[in-house]
């Protein structure tokens, strides 16, 4: 048997800031399960059409039209470096067929593109819409969310609390691939709930990749984050708890939760029916 040919360790020099992100922070088959199992349990049907607001690379709308023949997906950002990205690496694994079904768009959120309205799920993940800092502007993006879904279309977003999400603060998580993921709460203002929260990367070679993405956001909370979608019209909103691992850590299933316990650092998903 040849031996297998080792693939070298990634360095502050060789290595792609799209990459290593989609590798440290997200699971799109996850993500993927989770929706379309909720959607299932809500709707009592499977949903087919899905538009990822902040899509970024698209890495979950390339999951969604893998998943089904009947799929399709439409991705908004406002980067198109980052949607090009997406389509040479993450459109690039799909089959011509899947690809048809894909469609990233060059496009605000708060003005889906006609192609991308009617859809039976939306998608804001990775606390994106956090770019959103007033009551208005939030409520005004849920409403446009809420107006281009489906009659029975179902909105989900994620966003992490607990006592720890307003700290001035880094965590490293060493990622398999042979590199180490730092995410740096690097700013938070107690009078606005501004924060600044910036990602770096570190190598085995002791090089580093320093601020690869920086975001301003507000820290929402969840009942207000709940609030706002209620305002903006939607109903049942339902949050999702992480179980806990026994170790002190998550266990990667999210359930139904009116409350969770009062940890350093909590991730939830909400679902909004329209
Ligand atoms: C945190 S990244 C999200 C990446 C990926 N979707 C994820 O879940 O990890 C946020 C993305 O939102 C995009 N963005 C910011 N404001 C936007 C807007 N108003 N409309 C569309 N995209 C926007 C940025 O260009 C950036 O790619």
């Known amino acids: 048997m040849p031996t297998p040919r080792k693939v070298p360790l990634p360095t502050a020099r060789t290595a792609d800031r799209h990459d290593l992100y989609q590798r440290a922070v997200q699971s799109p088959e996850a993500e993927i399960d989770f929706v379309d199992s909720r959607f299932k349990a809500i709707r009592g049907r499977r949903a087919s059409t ?9 890495y979950t709308s390339c999951e969604w039209v893998r998943r089904r023949a009947a ?8 980067d198109q470096p980052t949607i090009d990205w997406g ?4 459109a690039a694994g799909l089959t011509d067929e899947q690809r048809a079904r894909l469609h990233l768009m060059n496009a605000d959120v ?6 991308a309205r009617g859809v039976d799920i939306a998608l804001a993940m990775n606390f994106s819409y956090w770019i959103f800092k007033t009551r208005d502007d939030l409520r005004g993006y849920f409403s446009v969310v809420r107006r281009s879904l489906a009659p029975d279309g179902v909105f989900f977003l994620d966003l992490y609390a607990g006592y720890e999400a307003m700290k001035v603060t880094q965590e490293r998580r060493r990622i398999a691939g042979g590199f180490t993921y730092v995410w740096d709460q690097h700013a938070y203002n107690p009078v606005s709930a501004d924060m600044e929260c910036r ?3 570190e190598f085995r ?3 580093r990749l320093r601020n690869a993405f920086t975001y301003h956001w507000r820290l929402w909370t969840m009942p207000e984050v709940r609030e706002l979608l209620l ?4 109903k049942n909103v339902v ?3 992480e179980g806990e691992n026994g170790n002190g850590g998550g266990d990667g299933r999210f359930r139904a939760a009116s409350r969770c316990p009062a940890d350093a650092g909590i991730i939830a998903y909400l679902s909004a029916a329209k």
Do not use: K, M, S, V
Not at 50 to 58: I, P, V, W
């Open 239 to 241: 949050t999702y708890c």
């Open 87 to 90: 389509l040479a690496h993450n």
């Open 199 to 201: 990602i770096h990367f």
């Open 50 to 58: 899905l538009r990822e607001d902040f899509c970024g690379t698209g």
């Open 205 to 207: 070679d002791g090089t």
């Open 71 to 78: 799929n399709r997906a439409f991705g908004l950002d406002l």
């Open 110 to 115: 708060r003005t889906p593109p006609r192609e």
């Open 231 to 234: 305002e903006a019209g939607f």
